[in-house]
Structures are given as C-alpha cells and as structure tokens.
C-alpha cells in the first residue's frame, strides 16, 4: 500500500500543481464535471483563514505534499515554527523548493500513522487533503490528536463520500486504482463522530464533496 502510494505521487508530480490549482483548460474542465466546480484554491483560502495571522507557536503540515496552496503562508509565519510531513519524497522535494530560505520551516519524510513527534508537540495541526489518502485513517486521526497540544486546533479539509453520485465514481473507480486515494471513506456523520470523541470542540463545513474541518483539542 505504501509503495502504490509513494509511486501514485511519483508519478503525477509533474501535473499535480496544475490540475489542483486548476492551472489549464482540461483541469477546469475535470474540476468542474467530476468534483461540482469545488475550488482547491477557494477551500485552501477558508482553512488557511482558521490559522491567525500573527500565529507564532508550532505547526505541523501533515500531508504537505508540494505546498501547492500552503507555501505563501507558511513563509508569512516567519514568527512560527512549521514543520512540513510527507510521506512521498518527491512531493517533499517540490515543498523543499517552494520553502528554500525560509528557516522557521522543516521538512520530515515520515508516514502519519506513525508521527516522530512526542504527545502535545503542536498549536495547531494542519491535514490539506490528506485523509483521503492515507491508507490507515484511523492511525492517522489518533496520531494528529496525540501530537496536538491541549487546546490547541486541528484544522484541514478532505474528501468525503456520499456527497455526489460522479465525484463518488471518480474515487472508487479511477483514484484510488491508481493510488492517489485510499480507502474506506467517510460519510460526513462518520467524520463529525470521530471528530467528536477526539475534539472539545468541532465545526464542519462542506463545499461539494470536501469537509472543510476547525477543530479544539
Ligand atoms: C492529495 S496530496 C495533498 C498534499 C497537500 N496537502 C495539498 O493539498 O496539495 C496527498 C499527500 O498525502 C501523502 N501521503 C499519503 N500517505 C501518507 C502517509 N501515510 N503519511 C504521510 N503522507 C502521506 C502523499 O504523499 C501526498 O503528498
């Protein structure tokens, strides 16, 4: 499973900035017919929003792949300290690219379900399109809870199922074939559940078939 996903990334490493930026004719066209014109660059806008503006504490990008949609940002917070997780070293290299010269950044290969970090490391724990694709979703939740600081927030979006008959299609039939996606998924009740044994306090909102997450440890 691991290595259909580290070769799935591989792979796509050349188009995966252009179809999720919606960079050309065909991926606004792919956007707009499999996923009902929801915006990667919009929903990035609305959970980059959740982060204060002057946040100064330790953050943990877990999946950043190429920082497509969180390297403005991170570079902004030059007052914090963020460390950048992936699994694909070819997806790191591009966040590696896009962050050069900024210090308070880091970058650690490593896998999600198994976090190199001690309990209570971050403020805040930021999963852009990751749970989608990690392949052991509930190591995944449990290890983003643990490394996250009482009070501290857990904040991302990713697919969910049930939202829309094609965008459905598209994940089981295509997606997760060729391994950019993982199976089983949730339902939005399943997400808010979950959430809801791991968090104080959590807000969900859905644009198409992506939860949009802000939750309080
Ligand atoms: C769809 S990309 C999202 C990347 C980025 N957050 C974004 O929104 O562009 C999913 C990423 O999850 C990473 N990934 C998959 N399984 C992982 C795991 N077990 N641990 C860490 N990263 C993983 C992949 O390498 C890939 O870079």
């Not at 929801?38 to 504490?57: C, M, Y």
């Not at 966040?95 to 001690?118: I, K, M, N, T, Y």
């Not at 930021?126 to 809870?145: L, R, V």
């Amino acid at each position: 499973m691991a290595d259909k996903i580290q070769s799935a990334y591989k792979a796509s490493k050349n188009i995966y900035d252009d179809v999720l930026t919606q960079g050309s004719f065909f991926s606004r066209f792919y956007i707009r017919l499999f996923w009902s014109g929801t915006d990667d660059n919009e929903i990035a806008r609305r959970v980059l929003s959740f982060i204060p503006e002057d946040f100064h504490g330790a953050l943990l990008d877990v999946p950043v792949g190429t920082a497509v949609f969180t390297a403005n940002a991170w570079r902004s917070l030059s007052d914090a300290a963020i460390t950048c997780l992936d699994y694909s070293e070819d997806m790191l290299d591009g966040a590696r690219a896009r962050l050069s010269g900024c210090e308070h950044v880091s970058f650690v290969q490593g896998d999600v379900g198994a976090l190199p970090f001690a309990p209570e490391t971050f403020d805040i724990v930021f999963s852009m399109n990751g749970f989608h694709a990690f392949p052991d979703k509930e190591k995944a939740f449990s290890e983003t809870a643990r490394v996250l600081k009482p009070g501290g927030a857990f904040i991302g979006c990713f697919y969910i199922r049930g939202k829309s008959k094609i965008t459905d299609w598209l994940v089981n039939n295509i997606l997760s074939k060729k391994g950019w996606f993982t199976p089983p998924f949730q339902t939005e009740e399943e997400l808010r559940r979950r959430l809801t044994q791991l968090y104080s306090r959590v807000e969900l909102d859905t644009d198409g078939s992506i939860v949009c997450f802000n939750c309080v440890k």
